[in-house]
């Protein structure tokens, strides 16, 4: 999230000129208020479900997602002119209605990350007169915007749990029975003999592995397997002490594009150009998620050797992140997902007046 310019001026000149103009002519800015709450929500509860059906299913999770919205995504992707940069988001082209469905369908792994499983459906029914006003353009009731806000303000303490378990990372023993940790921690996977300690001396680039879990799954016992443990997630971190990275370099390296591994990824996560989180999930194969670490190594390596557009000045970062902001979905730059942790309280993250009051309410890993 960019810092130093109001979200008016960051905006480009199109579309202050294109809101402007609505307004002018007869939009209700109350209509342009509620479009907005209604995308974050939406948005959220989309990204919120991504993570959680791909840590609990793996690489099958769209066997979870109704066939209607695999053709729909499967017609875009042959048909669409000029497609959204969320084409590759599945979960876009689930009904929002198929959306709460999905949801309710799976409540073990919300529970923790929404609301009281009745309070949940209540608001769900009060949610879908919104959404239906929404979508047929009407203009909408005065209590819309409010009961859609404080929806939202109830939803943060959820949110927050959910994306710092996601950041709550650890790192396992070294001397775990573990296939990734053999493979990428005792490096006994042919690319990590050949790229950590090669990495770390001539391009200042430094790895780890990291492992997270997901707040419905059951905490981590010591000296268990990791990989095979459904809501856990592996986490590829990069460190570059050079001259940082531009993301889409990186996303569209050879390696990280090969389908295996990119099927594999579930989020990339940045949130400077001297660091980079890679994620899969745990239940994948172990033999692909090891293979897939070394294509990301390999790309990482690659993109830094392209450097950094700009320097590295406060205004270079800024344009760093709105360069990157119209890639793959899986592309997270300065999202909750990639920045926020269990020391950010308090704090709102759909900025609606609610916030997050206590760090220790929340648990670890």
């Keep these: 999230m960019a810092v130093g310019r109001s979200a008016w001026a960051s905006l480009p000149e199109p579309v202050r000129g294109a809101l402007t103009s609505s307004w002018s002519l007869g939009v209700p800015g109350r209509a342009?208020?509620?479009?907005?709450r209604w995308w974050q929500l939406e948005t959220w509860l989309r990204s919120l479900a991504y993570v959680e059906l791909r840590s609990r299913f793996g690489s099958g999770w769209t066997a979870q997602i109704s066939q209607r919205a695999l053709r729909y995504a499967k017609n875009e992707a042959r048909l669409a002119y000029m497609p959204s940069p969320d084409a590759e988001l599945l979960l876009a082209y689930l009904d929002v209605y198929d959306l709460f469905d999905l949801i309710e369908q799976h409540w073990d792994l919300f529970q923790a990350s929404l609301i009281d499983a009745d309070v949940w459906r209540g608001r769900i029914k009060e949610l879908r007169q919104i959404r239906h006003r929404i979508a047929h353009c009407r203009r909408p009731h005065i209590d819309?915007?409010?009961?859609?806000?404080?929806?939202?303000?109830?939803?943060?303490?959820?949110?927050?749990?959910?994306v710092t378990h996601f950041n709550g990372q650890r790192q396992p023993d070294s001397d775990l029975d573990d296939p990734v940790v053999a493979a990428w921690v005792r490096d006994e996977h042919p690319d990590a003999r050949r790229l950590v300690n090669h990495a770390a001396r001539?391009?200042?680039?430094?790895?780890?592995?990291?492992?997270?879990?997901?707040?419905?799954?059951?905490?981590?016992?010591?000296?268990?397997?990791?990989?095979?443990?459904?809501?856990?997630?592996?986490?590829?971190?990069?460190?570059?002490?050079?001259?940082?990275?531009?993301?889409a370099n990186l996303w569209n390296e050879h390696e990280i594009?090969?389908?295996?591994?990119?099927?594999?990824?579930?989020?990339?996560c940045a949130d400077s150009p001297g660091s980079v989180d890679i994620s899969f999930a745990a239940v994948d194969d172990s033999n692909r998620i090891a293979d897939s670490i070394g294509d990301c190594f390999d790309s990482v390596l690659n993109a830094s050797r392209r450097g950094l557009r700009g320097g590295r000045s406060d205004d270079a970062y800024i344009k760093w992140e709105e360069r990157a902001r119209n890639l793959d979905?899986?592309?997270q730059v300065s999202t909750a997902w990639s920045m926020v942790d269990i020391s950010m309280t308090p704090i709102s993250l759909f900025g609606t007046g609610g916030g997050v009051a206590h760090a220790s309410e929340h648990g670890s890993v």
Excluded: C
Aim: charged share 25%; aromatic share 16%; proline share 6%.
């Design 32 to 36: 342009s208020a509620l479009h907005a």
């Design 144 to 162: 819309d915007l409010p009961r859609v806000e404080q929806f939202m303000r109830d939803l943060e303490d959820g949110a927050f749990r959910a």
């Design 202 to 247: 001539s391009y200042e680039v430094y790895f780890r592995l990291a492992y997270s879990r997901r707040p419905w799954s059951d905490k981590y016992t010591e000296g268990t397997s990791i990989t095979g443990n459904p809501g856990y997630l592996w986490h590829a971190l990069f460190s570059l002490h050079g001259e940082g990275y531009e993301v």
């Design 257 to 268: 594009s090969r389908p295996v591994t990119r099927n594999g990824i579930v989020y990339l």
């Design 329 to 331: 979905p899986r592309v």
